[in-house]
């Protein structure tokens, strides 16, 4: 059963369907279009959620629901389901249009329910691994099909006008945390087999950054290495990553004292930083016109927000999507889009999740006694760390791949801190892996 799930998984992060999940899917050959079908909301609910759903009901029987669970993670997810409903039917009644409010709210849902799908039939860290290593593979597919699409199509201007991306928005998400993966693996269990992995993926998925030109995907990489520098305790794997910053951060302050406000592609990723700093080009003004309109929209009621289904305030009509549908009903900024439509009380009782994932995936970081505990503990932190970017910038809530990344990320803080004695009621590795566990 887990190595269906990790099919699932697989499929919805290398979606091809259309060129806004694969850029290239307009141009060239797409070999995963057919997952459409896994993807077709017209009944209602979609083909891969009904099969998490059969999923859920299997793990439940053969003991899942028994299993030891973290309750503050588990009862977060149930109070975020409870205020998706509320906030459902408050919209609706409010005048709000019900379509609208399902497209807003549908991966919200899903996000929960694959949470405890995969928490029903994943429950140690070896299990979460295999998870990370389905996403790297997706991450490397991507990696590929963006850089071939890149150098046979786009740089020699065979398409007019250029794209702005190459792939798709929410590779950002797989990106991250793929480095991140690999990074730690070298680090956390050093062998000659991680370190020539992390030696020829990392710089695979870096172009992969770089050619898909998204500013955010050098922002979140960026806070994911701060946030697992000091996250590694005090250890041999801690002084191995301390003489790679010695090396790497004086290239990084020489590549940032020359390339900083010049344009060559080559210097990039320093203008994903300019631009959402101290520079504002088109895409940033829109963005802020944009979250301007999602606070008009909050300042209708700010401890109740406007309900599901309620279009945001537009302050302007410059910036205005016409070939999107749903464009006043989905913001590129989620997080605020949250605040506006649900309210102090609502945004609260939803986005809970999110510190309370962090902390028991920092909180196993820090005291799980196996290596590949920890592993999955910092894992959890940059898996959330890089989707809540997505939400704050890229239309998160929005994205499938996005979302089910989170419920892996929600699912291993539901399991591993209990699982490794990181969380009270749980026992540690060394004790289960003494009983015939795998210890590494």
């Not at 730690?184 to 062998?191: D, E, F, N, R, V």
């Not at 790497?248 to 004292?257: E, L, S």
């Not at 010049?262 to 990723?269: D, L, N, T």
């Not at 704050?392 to 209990?418: E, H, K, N, Q, V």
Request: positive net charge; contains cysteine; charged residues 15%.
């Amino acid at each position: 059963m887990r190595r269906f799930v990790a099919l699932l998984f697989f499929l919805v992060l290398v979606n091809e369907d259309d060129e806004v999940r694969a850029m290239y899917a307009k141009y060239t050959a797409s070999f995963f279009a057919w997952v459409s079908v896994l993807l077709d909301g017209r009944l209602g609910i979609r083909p891969v959620d009904l099969l998490l759903l059969g999923v859920l009901a299997y793990g439940s029987l053969r003991g899942g629901s028994k299993t030891k669970a973290v309750r503050p993670m588990k009862r977060s997810l149930l109070v975020a389901f409870v205020v998706l409903v509320l906030w459902f039917a408050y919209g609706v009644a409010r005048g709000g249009s019900a379509r609208a409010a399902g497209w807003q709210v549908y991966l919200l849902f899903a996000c929960i329910l694959a949470s405890f799908s995969i928490a029903s039939v994943f429950r140690t860290a070896e299990h979460y691994i295999m998870l990370a290593k389905v996403a790297l593979v997706a991450g490397i597919y991507r990696a590929i099909r963006c850089i071939l699409f890149y150098f046979e199509y786009v740089r020699d201007g065979h398409i007019n006008p250029r794209p702005e991306y190459m792939t798709s928005h929410d590779d950002t998400v797989l990106w991250t945390v793929g480095v991140a993966f690999v990074l730690l693996s070298a680090i956390l269990t050093p062998s000659l087999r991680t370190k020539v992995i992390a030696g020829l993926v990392t710089p695979l998925l870096l172009a992969g950054m770089q050619f898909n030109n998204r500013r955010l995907a050098w922002i979140s990489l960026g806070g994911a290495l701060i946030a697992l520098y000091f996250l590694l305790p005090a250890s041999p794997a801690k002084k191995r990553a301390r003489k790679i910053a010695y090396v790497v951060v004086p290239v990084i302050a020489i590549y940032t004292a020359v390339g900083w406000g010049r344009p060559e592609g080559i210097f990039r990723p320093l203008r994903s930083f300019q631009t959402v700093s101290v520079e504002q080009d088109a895409s940033t003004l829109a963005r802020n016109a944009e979250n301007l309109g999602l606070i008009a929209t909050a300042n209708q009621g700010w401890l109740l927000g406007t309900g599901w289904g309620q279009k945001y305030v537009e302050v302007t009509s410059k910036y205005q999507i016409h070939f999107f549908e749903l464009w006043p009903y989905v913001p590129h900024n989620s997080v605020l889009g949250l605040f506006a439509y649900t309210g102090y009380f609502g945004f609260i009782g939803f986005w809970m999740i999110f510190p309370t994932a962090t902390f028991l995936h920092a909180r196993t970081a820090t005291f799980a006694p196996r290596p590949r505990d920890r592993l999955v503990g910092m894992l959890g932190v940059v898996q959330i760390l890089a989707c809540s970017n997505q939400w704050y910038g890229d239309m998160g809530s929005f994205s499938a791949t996005t979302m089910y990344m989170l419920a892996f990320a929600f699912a291993a803080a539901m399991r591993i801190p209990i699982a490794t004695g990181a969380w009270p009621g749980g026992e540690p590795s060394a004790n289960l892996a003494a009983r015939g566990a795998p210890a590494t």
